[in-house]
T-cell receptor, first 118, second 117 residues
Framework: AQTVTQSQPEMSVQEAETVTLSCTYD???????LFWYKQPPSRQMILVIR??????QNATENRFSVNFQKAAKSFSLKISDSQLGDTAMYFC???????????????FGTGTRLQVTL | GAVVSQHPSRVICKSGTSVKIECRSL??????MFWYRQFPKKSLMLMAT?????????EQGVEKDKFLINHASLTLSTLTVTSAHPEDSSFYIC?????????????FGPGTRLLVL
């Protein structure tokens, strides 16, 4: 079974600064995906960024980037130029890459609540 | 693209009644959808995996007769909470599995807040 650990229950960052959210996972699988989802106060889960484990290059999406360390089983999220709208709960998630035609489950971490302040 | 809707967004019902929640993938077909439950300030808990045209797969501890799931088409899955009780009050979220750019991803609906009186 897979486990995902987010060791920072809450974090705070000032507007325009950079913040890094940590995530570690444990798995015996070799083919998998990793995701960061954001859940703002509206409670809508929004995909922030995703990473395929076989890709060495770290994924980036505008102000969001990841530091994927496969050997260390670490998948941190860096938010640059933080904005007030980034205030949300952030969940790290793991998905085993399934066989063609089969769907795999997401395993979520416990989340990190990020507050962006003026 | 990859928009998932849920209806209703909020529902209040009396104890003992049944409530149906719909989950639709609006701009893509989803052979698989997932149903989650989320308690306040907690992570998402997977309840079941809904497969189009076949029976749902329930997670351990989830009562299949209590939470009925139907996935009748490639764009619609429904969750019916039967004989609801106050302890069923929660936030229910669905997701639909999509494969874009060859990466399997789950896209989430906006959630349904259920309050059972």
């Amino acid at each position: 079974a897979q486990t995902v650990t987010q060791s920072q229950p809450e974090m705070s960052v000032q507007e325009a600064e950079t913040v890094t959210l940590s995530c570690t996972y444990d798995t015996s699988e070799n083919n998998y995906y990793l995701f960061w989802y954001k859940q703002p106060p509206s409670r809508q889960m929004i995909l922030v960024i995703r990473q395929e484990a076989y890709k060495q290059q770290n994924a980036t999406e505008n102000r969001f980037s990841v530091n994927f360390q496969k050997a260390a089983k670490s998948f941190s999220l860096k938010i640059s130029d933080s904005q007030l709208g980034d205030t949300a709960m952030y969940f790290c998630a793991f998905m085993k890459r399934g066989r063609t035609g089969t769907a795999s489950k997401l395993t979520f971490g416990t989340g990190t609540r990020l507050q962006v302040t003026l | 693209g990859a928009v998932v809707s849920q209806h209703p967004s909020r529902v209040i019902c009396k104890s003992g009644t049944s409530v149906k929640i719909e989950c639709r993938s609006l701009d893509f077909q989803a052979t698989t959808m997932f149903w989650y439950r989320q308690f306040p300030k907690k992570s998402l808990m997977l309840m079941a995996t809904s497969n189009e045209g076949s029976k749902a797969t329930y997670e351990q501890g989830v009562e299949k007769d209590k939470f009925l799931i139907n996935h009748a088409s490639l764009t619609l899955s429904t969750l019916t909470v039967t004989s609801a009780h106050p302890e069923d009050s929660s936030f229910y979220i669905c997701s639909a599995r999509g494969t874009f750019d060859l990466v399997e991803t789950q896209y989430f609906g906006p959630g349904t807040r259920l309050l059972v009186l």
